[in-house]
């Protein structure tokens, strides 16, 4: 079975902090993905990486950056949390060698106070 | 801009009754259309996904119309159940290492 993991199910952040948000895969997948998503605004693309050291910006990258050194392992990074970033964010992995099914994680529910 | 258009925003339905959610969609270099599903607490999962050149694609109670003249696609739960409760995701991508545009989501209740 793919897993996809994310390092914190709950968070609680000031306004101002780095904020880092991990996430691995198991499955040696390509391409990884950070989305938000809020009531009625459904998933929204933060960032995501064809492959290792590559990355692209998604709809809403403000505010936001990533990281990508190992296959498995996908970070996104708040330099500057602010309250209107309190969010869920999911992290997804696909195979780019047969199908398209992306496998999410189970969420990161981050509030900035 | 809203590349994937999704409806109702939610749905209340009874037991044994039929769900129907609709997307619509502008791009046509979209070539893959899946629908997750999404339970309180979860990420979300793949439900049932269709590419163009088929009309229709059934899964056990769950099924995919698509409409490629329209630009539309539709999943329909039969016998829709409580356990179907959940959020519905529709969405749309073009090949090569493109990311999946979502809709907005349905929440589906069943009621009994």
């Known amino acids: 079975d793919v897993k996809v993991t994310q390092s914190s199910r709950y968070l609680v952040k000031r306004t101002g902090e780095k904020v880092f948000l991990e996430c691995v895969q198991d499955?040696?997948?390509?391409?990884m993905f950070w989305y938000r998503q809020d009531p009625g605004l459904g998933l929204r693309l933060i960032y995501f990486?064809?492959?290792?050291?590559?990355?692209e910006k998604g709809d809403i990258p403000e505010g936001y950056s990533v990281s990508r050194e190992k296959k498995e392992r996908f970070s996104l990074i708040l330099e500057s949390a602010s309250t209107n970033q309190t969010s869920m964010y999911l992290c997804?992995?696909?195979?780019?060698?047969?199908?398209?099914?992306?496998?999410f994680g189970p969420g990161t529910r981050l509030t900035v106070l | 801009q809203q590349q994937v258009k999704q409806s109702p925003q939610s749905l209340i339905v009874q037991k044994g009754g039929i769900s129907i959610i609709n997307c619509a969609y502008e791009?046509?270099?979209?070539?893959?259309f899946p629908w997750y599903q999404q339970f309180p607490g979860k990420g979300p999962a793949l439900l049932i996904a269709i590419r163009p050149d088929v009309s229709e694609k059934k899964e056990g109670r769950f099924t995919i119309s698509f409409n490629k003249s329209a630009k539309q696609f539709s999943l329909h739960i039969m016998d829709s159940q409580p356990g179907d409760s959940a959020t519905y995701f529709c969405a749309a991508r073009r090949g090569g290492n493109t990311p999946l545009v979502f809709g907005k989501g349905t929440r589906l209740s069943v009621i009994a």
């Open positions: 499955m040696d997948h390509e391409n």
């Open positions: 791009n046509t270099a979209f070539d893959y």
């Open positions: 990486s064809y492959d290792v050291k590559m990355k």
């Open positions: 997804a992995s696909r195979t780019t060698v047969q199908g398209n099914e992306q496998f």
